[in-house]
């Protein structure tokens, strides 16, 4: 089903929050075109992948937009204690479900208050993950001291990761020669860095 809110004229609004900065993203695609949407709300040094890393506004420069944009709406939006930071993830669509899949995209609020997408990825699937009307938002704690996530050392490929200012959330991507990529956020709970999304695409 997809959200009654996407499909609401946009408001003039800023975006409070990253779950609805996803939303006016998402319907920006529809109403503006998918890659003006996508150069819109991306970050000078946003990355995406194709399938290796590659920084988004060099490669969506002067690119036109499809004339079938792909729709999507975010399932759950896990934001940093300090509301700075946030991973979205859900599905996708495009063409009337005949093609389906999930993306996962990490947000950030600049200076000034506007949201930028700075990491965004996702893979096909036989059906979208399922989504309700709204995102199911949830909060990293204020409590206890943030653990750091361990680094990890890759034998090859690319690598990236961050944190939000205040630690409560950190994610991690990696793509190998091959084309193979995973994606790792984690939440803090109070207690330790919590894994709330693993995503993985096999190569190829």
């Not at 150069?39 to 992948?49: I, L, N």
Request: hydrophobic share 40%; proline share 5%.
């Amino acid at each position: 089903m997809i959200p009654l809110l996407l499909m609401l004229a946009a408001s003039g609004d800023a975006p409070r929050s990253a779950a609805e900065a996803e939303r006016s993203f998402a319907r920006d695609a529809q109403t503006d075109g998918q890659w003006t949407a996508f150069r819109r709300w991306a970050d000078d040094e946003a990355v995406m992948f194709l399938p290796q890393p590659t920084k988004a506004q060099i490669w969506l420069k002067d690119r036109k937009d499809p004339s079938n944009s792909v729709m999507w709406w975010a399932a759950d939006s896990f934001v940093s204690c300090d509301g700075g930071y946030a991973a979205n993830t859900g599905p996708w669509i495009r063409g009337w479900a005949k093609a389906a899949g999930y993306f996962s995209t990490i947000w950030a609020r600049r200076p000034g208050g506007g949201w930028k997408w700075l990491v965004d990825r996702g893979d096909a699937l036989a059906s979208p993950r399922a989504a309700g009307e709204r995102p199911r938002v949830t909060r990293a704690s204020c409590n206890g001291r943030p653990t750091t996530v361990a680094a990890v050392r890759y034998r090859d490929g690319e690598t990236g990761e961050g944190q939000s200012d205040d630690r409560t959330l950190a994610w991690r991507w990696h793509v190998a020669p091959d084309g193979g990529q995973s994606l790792d956020v984690w939440l803090w709970d109070g207690r330790r860095m919590k894994q709330v999304i693993a995503d993985r695409t096999a190569a190829g």
